[in-house]
Nanobody, 125 residues
Framework: QVQLVESGGGSVQAGGSLRLSCVMT????????MAWFRQVPGKEREAVAA???????RYADFVKGRFTISKDDAKNTLSLQMNDLKPEDTATYYC???????????????????WGQGTLVTVSS
């Protein structure tokens, strides 16, 4: 089992940038694939970006060219660099990990092994 702790959320104006981090602790001897999701109250959780253990990345169409997912293996830390933020990016962002590659399609959040507690991102116009 692993535990995930996110940080880096906050408030920013449209066009600004934020960098989210997710530290993984616990049994890191097991290979985990990781991803970022986000959720707005009353709406379904949606995938933002995923990174496989081999470095392959996938992005939701609505963040392509603006967000970058990366991982520092030495620090077991997953990051999400978010540039050119828009008000519609306002959400709670969650880090997730699973022993299988994580889909960025609909319902990709179902059945994943571990979740962080979330970090709130607010983008004002």
């Amino acid at each position: 089992q692993v535990q995930l702790v996110e940080s880096g959320g906050g408030s920013v104006q449209a066009g600004g940038s934020l960098r989210l981090s997710c530290v993984m602790t616990g049994d890191t001897s097991i290979t985990y694939h990781m991803a970022w999701f986000r959720q707005v109250p009353g709406k379904e959780r949606e995938a933002v970006a995923a990174r496989d253990d081999d470095g392959t990345t996938r992005y939701a169409d609505f963040v392509k060219g603006r967000f970058t997912i990366s991982k520092d293996d030495a620090k077991n830390t997953l990051s999400l660099q978010m540039n050119d933020l828009k008000p519609e990016d306002t959400a709670t962002y969650y880090c997730a990990a699973d022993r299988l590659p994580i889909s960025v399609g609909t319902l990709g959040y179902i059945g994943l092994d571990a979740w962080g507690q979330g970090t709130l991102v607010t983008v004002s116009s």
